[in-house]
């Protein structure tokens, strides 16, 4: 899965974006909250297919214990992964196994090698990119979803793709997601759609993980200077009350 990168001629001039869908997240509004189901199984989507390609350089396995993984379930994700330490007391650089505490595995070594194995374009690091746009999941959502034949008349060169909702409409990216590509094991059916809306679940959490403390602090304060403000009228009141009678 080679995610919102864009060859140069990828994101050419032309065609006609479409308005994005409408689909709904449960941490939209001031009372949302994030859905741990769902970000487990946008987890997984990302695990299975974006990693292959795209790197989250902010996130440590560790991380994961916030969207409802235990101790135990981390040790062993983080396990499947060697990664590079070192120096040692040779002053060699050696593989180990992935510990909770480490960031997650990068698909490439560094920039050119990615470059030299995504014929030049370098794939984009996913950690903040549900906030990159406005539209945020939502444009990540359309985006995924939003392969179709280009229009009638129109010509894609070799390695473009076709997508009403990216701009241009032109894409260097082919689609990433079909049906049954990542087996869910609750019971979540496994079409396109559903793995599109728990991957940009997942990816507003990595970009915004406490989202929902900043909810409820705000909530709270909001509260706060409610009541506040109720107990400043009811003095300004008695005092007024008082000046009236002298």
Not at 80 to 102: I, K, L, W
Request: glycine residues 8%; contains cysteine; charged residues 25%.
């Amino acid at each position: 899965m080679v995610f919102l990168f864009v060859a140069p001629q990828a994101h050419a001039a032309g065609g006609n974006t479409a308005e994005l869908p409408d689909v709904h997240f449960s941490f939209e509004g001031p009372f949302g909250t994030y859905d741990r189901g769902a970000l487990q199984r946008g987890f997984q989507v990302y695990k299975n297919v974006c990693s292959a390609c795209h790197a989250m350089k902010y996130l440590s396995y560790r991380n994961l214990a916030d969207m409802g993984y235990s101790e135990g379930q981390i040790k062993a994700i983080a396990a499947d992964y060697e990664v590079t330490d070192g120096p040692n007391e040779e002053g060699e650089m050696f593989e180990r196994t992935a510990r909770p505490s480490d960031k997650f595995k990068a698909p490439y070594a560094n920039d050119a090698q990615a470059r030299y194995a995504n014929n030049g374009a370098l794939p984009v690091d996913l950690s903040l990119i549900a906030k990159a746009r406005g539209e945020g999941p939502h444009y990540l959502y359309g985006l995924l979803t939003g392969y179709e034949a280009p229009p009638e008349g129109v010509t894609l060169a070799i390695g473009q793709h076709w997508n009403k909702y990216m701009e241009g409409n032109k894409i260097a990216m082919a689609a990433p997601l079909s049906d049954d590509v990542v087996a869910y094991e609750d019971g979540t059916p496994t079409t396109k759609e559903q793995y599109a809306k728990d991957v940009s679940h997942f990816l507003m959490w990595a970009a915004e993980p406490k989202m929902e403390v900043r909810k409820r602090t705000g909530i709270k304060v909001v509260l706060f200077l409610l009541a506040f403000a109720g107990i400043m009228y009811a003095v300004k009141k008695k005092i007024w009350a008082d000046l009236k009678k002298k």
